[in-house]
């Protein structure tokens, strides 16, 4: 099964989050976006698991420990870059330094390694033709504030299920930090 790690957003924070979609939706942005709903900070994308391994990383992950922390939503920003944005995300400010670390703990914990350096973020569209997004750089000096606010208190284990309509996910496991 198709597995990733994430951080938890509040209801209030993804409420923001979605309005900030519906902006890009509406300057004619062709993308496929997230649902209100599965908002969230992927620690690690494991990709697809066998139920053992799936079972193993639950068992750690219940041993695991981490402080809650205070995150602040601040900025667009663009992968690989505003010029050819393939992806349009919400980056962290308060909170970013203490999300690294609890990536990292968690990494070492599950024997995770993607070869790449984490960067804490909130996907908000995936792009699909380049067709309108000169006006991203725009966008995202408009939203180079604060977009909202939540306290990390929640990690869950999510199964991913590919589908026409989107993906649809499924709780694994669940981990409330203290």
Known sequence: ???FLALELDEAAREKLAGIQEELKSLGIR???PQESQLHCTLCFFGELGEDEVKRKMEKLGTFQAKQFNCTLKGIGFFPSASHARVVWAGFEEGKEELIQL???ISRLLNYHDGKPFHPHVTL??????KNTGTLPEFAQKHAETLATFRASTIRLYKSTLS???P???VLFEKVLS
């Open 31 to 33: 993308a496929s976006y």
């Open 1 to 3: 099964m198709r597995c």
């Open 103 to 105: 990536q990292g703990n």
């Open 125 to 130: 569209a995936r792009v699909k033709t380049t």
């Open 164 to 166: 026409p309509e989107g």
């Open 168 to 170: 649809k996910y499924e």
